[in-house]
């Protein structure tokens, strides 16, 4: 299996949507063209609480970095994480944070460890 379509697998089995702070965001898979045009591997909206990701990625590991980068994106939108904010809340607050995730999300870490390892 090359790359790609190992990155392709990953990306089919994501769920419709992750739980982040009590919203249920929903996970988009979009066509390359349409990610093309924004330059970018996905993106987040906070009007439609949407996470999108490109169709097509170059590893596993793109779509892994990608998802955890809009995560992220979202985190900073539920829990109202501005610049100027020190960095022992931010870091106080994103074990809070992850802690909400995966135990609403257990799907996740399963997902993460069976792309990266092949574990089930």
Same mark, same amino acid.
């Given at each position: 299996m090359t790359?790609?379509?190992a990155a392709a697998?990953?990306?089919a089995k994501l769920p419709n949507a992750i739980r982040i702070a009590g919203f249920d965001i929903t996970l988009q898979i979009v066509p390359v063209l349409e990610s093309h045009a924004?330059?970018?591997w996905g993106s987040f909206s906070a009007l439609t609480q949407t996470i999108q990701i490109q169709a097509v990625m170059p590893s596993v590991y793109k779509v892994i970095d990608t998802l955890?980068?809009?995560i992220h994106h979202a @985190?900073?939108?539920c829990y109202d994480i501005q610049d100027?904010?020190?960095e022992e809340r931010v870091a106080s607050l994103m074990g809070t944070v992850w802690?909400? @995730?995966y135990r609403d999300n257990p799907w996740l870490a399963r997902w993460v460890l069976?792309?990266?390892h092949g574990e089930k």
């Open positions: 790359p790609r379509e697998k990953a990306i924004l330059n970018q955890f980068h809009k @985190i900073c939108w100027d904010d020190k802690l909400q @995730i069976s792309e990266l």
